[in-house]
């Protein structure tokens, strides 16, 4: 069950070929193994999870990244390569080689990337064994493949794209994210692949995708748990020809990017793990960022917020608990509380002209905004998030089994 | 459904008498008001939520305690007289008032409590209607109809009596609680009030009191929500003659109080919503407590760790990802971890002697322990907690219907 559709259209990058086979990590032949090539001269950015334990392909891609710009993505899901230690790494490594071995890249010109169980040993050989078959298999048009091959309890793919029309010639954005527990990412989402064929320094890249994490992938929470293996990437190859690194085209790219993250982010939301509600948690009027983010998450991770939107309930007394123990400088007397565009508080209590009746009919929508007014600053910050379902614990009380 | 089974025995307090009625709040005749009286002479501490949003009744009463030692607490559940603004306070006010005519007692002498739905006005009437008839029955050996009476979500009373043989006489400490979930207390829980014989002044009472809180009730989470109504009181009649302010005196009844407040906490944990295990998580080894606190809070509220402990799955990635994501200073590579006494991780790795086997025949237990040693430091600090079941969901989705 997911919340409201999710396209699959996408347009295809020139200069990225993709593959995706079953390599036998996951049982029943899915999609379990997923390759992305990139022309030489493509240049790549990397934002990962700030968790101590990163996994041992994360600390690889960030020594790769450091010094070399990538010609292979290499995934895998079902396994994380997480808390494995050295051999876990040397088991990352190993796969690298293997891949260098075939396509004559260098082994550090390969980041691995892993996603799925915590804490076993990485299938190294089925991993190699299937090598020859997915690059075998690399094509322009197969990023919808690639999004199924990176999914572990997602319910569907996440794909989104973007072209931007400049005087030089236009430029496509394709991006393609697997996520639905374990979200609250800290610099990254689990795991997100953008590419472009726009032509941009090194510098510029990270920049880009620094900034619009922090708008999409850094702003959304399915369960306040941060990933072991969060990875979000952006490549561009530069086949367009057109540069984007300052001015007006940099301006436009940027939107569009964020604009796509936005779209993969929220797609992970509406995908999350027994989701019903797609939540949109605004907190304006704080007197910094940080005061607002404190606020929203409070509301956005409060377990008995999130089982009331399930419910329906326009329990609004959760929403005044969940701001009251954010650790941020507030005046309740102050706060205003809309559930939509109803008001539910004013100034620190309820609004006289709130009904129970107004509050049910947003909350039975599939899509909510809770929108908090601090009334102390001009700063703004919007995070998103999904219900807490029986399915949450459900899915999670199964996942081994 | 809960975890374990729970004494309802207990020792009156000599000077404290308890009376509980159904007024009119909660529906079907159920109890839902409760007086506790203390005799002249009594001494009062109390700590509060630190919620932004403190109830009405939190607010009255950091007032009323301030100045004077009280005669009386009037509590209601079924109500939390919480986000109500002015008119709350009011009405808070007037049940004050309404008892002190009936008592002869000063206004301010009475502490009002309330628990329950947040953002309704409080029915005065339903209370002040119900005090000639609640004070008829007050009685030395009503605790465990007081324990009933303060019941909201809670399936059964949490109640604790100590003696400790001095010298000079017996003194005797009693306690009861209330609470199930919105439950990780930041200075209290949500409700508990503990008496006593002793004879003790104003300031080492709120010295024992806040140590003992930071042990107990400040160590327990059930849903990392905190309440805008927590309170704990702890009240010392003097009858007993024995004084127990400071040297050998005081350490004996420190350490019964404890012992009395951890058996309450740990009842709320036990009782808690949807609660299918007990579980301790005991994190040593850190250089300050603050990164033992994090890591154990860290471990204990991540609904991925919760949702595994329910389904009895000794999935040890989420517990590393648990600590991982924790904002503590800590060194991956020397982490260990432990469930009851079989090591899942030694030096960051998973232990090669580890067997799922062993792992299950832990989680199968109704009480467990996670001991996390992190080898930087001397340090330790132990939170409880549950786990988060498909009930919790049902319990909290369906409360106000």
């Known amino acids: ?132 078959r997915i690059l075998a298999g690399l094509d322009e048009d197969n990023w919808l493949l690639a999004a199924r091959g990176i999914m572990t309890t997602d319910t569907r793919p996440k794909i989104a794209s973007r072209q931007i029309e400049y005087d030089g010639g236009t430029v496509s954005l394709t991006g393609i994210a697997k996520g639905a527990g374990m979200i609250q990412p800290n610099m990254a989402t689990m795991l997100a692949y953008v590419a472009t064929d726009a032509r941009c320094d090194k510098a510029a890249l990270q920049e880009f995708l620094g900034q619009t994490v922090e708008k999409s992938f850094n702003r959304i929470t399915v369960d306040s748990d941060t990933s072991t293996n969060d990875s979000c990437m952006l490549t561009a190859t530069g086949l367009s020809g057109v540069e984007v690194n300052a001015g007006d085209n940099a301006a436009r790219f940027l939107a569009a990017l964020e604009s796509l993250m936005k779209e993969l982010a929220h797609g992970i939301i509406r995908d999350a793990e027994g989701a019903t509600r797609f939540v949109e948690v605004r907190v304006s009027g704080g007197e910094s960022d940080a005061d607002c983010l404190k606020v929203a998450y409070s509301i956005a991770n409060s377990p008995l917020m999130k089982t009331a939107i399930f419910a329906g309930d326009a329990n609004w007394g959760r929403i005044v608990m969940a701001i009251g123990k954010a650790d941020a400088h507030l005046d309740p007397s102050k706060i205003d509380v809309y559930l939509g565009d109803v008001c539910l508080m004013k100034s620190g209590g309820k609004d006289p002209d709130y009904t129970e009746a107004a509050g049910a009919a947003e909350m039975a929508r599939e899509e909510i905004t809770i929108r908090v007014d601090l009334n102390l600053g001009d700063c703004e910050e919007t995070v998103w998030t999904s219900d807490l379902s029986d399915d949450y614990v459900t899915i999670n009380a199964e996942y081994r089994t």
């Open 1 to 132: 069950m997911a919340v409201g559709e999710a396209s699959t259209d996408f347009v295809p990058v020139p200069g990225v070929r993709l593959s995706s086979v079953s390599c036998g990590i996951k049982a029943k032949d899915k999609l379990d193994l997923v390759l992305l090539e990139f022309a030489a001269g493509s240049v790549t950015a990397g934002v990962f999870t700030r968790s101590h334990f990163a996994a041992a392909p994360v600390q690889l891609a960030r020594q790769h990244l450091a010094h070399n710009n990538p010609r292979y993505f290499l995934i895998n899901s079902g396994n994380a390569n997480a808390a494995t230690g050295e051999p876990g790494l040397a088991d990352a490594g190993d796969c690298c080689r293997a891949l260098s071995q075939q396509t004559g890249a260098l082994p550090r010109e390969v980041i691995p990337f892993s996603t799925g169980v915590i804490g076993e040993r990485l299938p190294v050989d089925k991993i190699t064994n299937a090598l020859e």
